[in-house]
């Protein structure tokens, strides 16, 4: 099985590929008129082991798209940004996060890396912001308790390791 898919083109052409091939021979004895009885046998057993094949093309093809979408969806770290993690208390973490209406932060917990901060609202013509509210990815949080006990429970010794702080390594925060 080739792991190296970057694109779904392959994968599901083998799928329809596959489906035209199940359509013939649903259909063979329309197309196909055999008279005698022992070629219609060698035939048939013939297009069952091919189709056991097929089976295991699509099945193949299957785990390839859900790879390929994987793969797609991954986040990774960063060159560099290994180099310059930085283990920040919770405590301290979460304060900036509290007092900044706009900041992006960039973790490593034990479920990979996440995206985390907090995100406001403003008009066009005020520096105001109002609507504050938390996020861990897509989830928005209005609470700041909810989202502060979800972060310490990704901590080890009361310390979160951070990749970035609004794209910025966090060496150059003074925290």
Known sequence: ???NYK???YPLLKIIICICFYTAVFFRRNWLKITNQTVSIIID???IAVCLINIYVVSISFIQLI???ERKTKKVVKKGEIDNQKWIECDKLLELIKKNDILDVR???IEGIKNIGSASDNNLDSSFFFNKCYY???E???NYMLFSEKIIGWSIDQKICVLSIDGL???NINI
């Open 67 to 69: 790879l390929i979408h």
């Open 136 to 138: 861990i990815e897509e």
């Open 7 to 9: 694109t779904i083109i």
């Open 169 to 171: 390594p966090p060496q």
């Open 107 to 109: 973790i490593n917990t």
């Open 45 to 47: 057993c013939a297009l």
């Open 1 to 3: 099985m080739n792991s």
């Open 140 to 142: 928005i949080f209005d």
